[in-house]
């Protein structure tokens, strides 16, 4: 769930992405997972689901290998770009917190290591 004011533009990096509106400090919480927002799927349960949907889910949600599920944001924070020097740390894989590696101005996008953030492209890149 999103923990700052954000909003989706296009983005320089690729199609959309996540902006702040106002400034963030650096160190401060940008994003965590809470269940009430964020969706958790079974591989089981994306294979049951359309293949159009199944490929929405390959584009937005994250890998979490300890506990073999996908994780998918419910507001922005799946419009995170990938950047080898983003502007968020985070802590955890899909349950985890991302919090500002810089101050960040308003206006800036958001971005991620995704790398850091999904099991399976850390591990063979993009996709399921």
Request: glycine share 10%; net charge negative.
């Amino acid at each position: 769930m999103m923990m700052v004011d954000t909003e989706l533009r296009q983005s320089p990096i690729h199609g959309f992405g996540v902006f702040l509106l106002k400034p963030v400090k650096s160190g401060d919480l940008i994003w965590r997972f809470d269940g009430r927002i964020d969706r958790v799927y079974t591989p089981d349960e994306v294979a049951s689901l359309p293949g159009h949907v199944q490929a929405y889910l390959a584009t937005y949600c994250t890998w979490h290998e300890g506990t073999g599920v996908f994780v998918l944001c419910g507001d922005n924070g799946r419009y995170f770009n990938h950047s080898d020097e983003p502007s968020t740390v985070s802590n955890g894989i899909s349950f985890g917190e991302d919090h500002a590696a810089r101050d960040l101005a308003a206006g800036e996008e958001l971005t991620s290591d995704y790398r850091t953030i999904c099991d399976h492209v850390r591990r063979h890149g993009n996709g399921f």
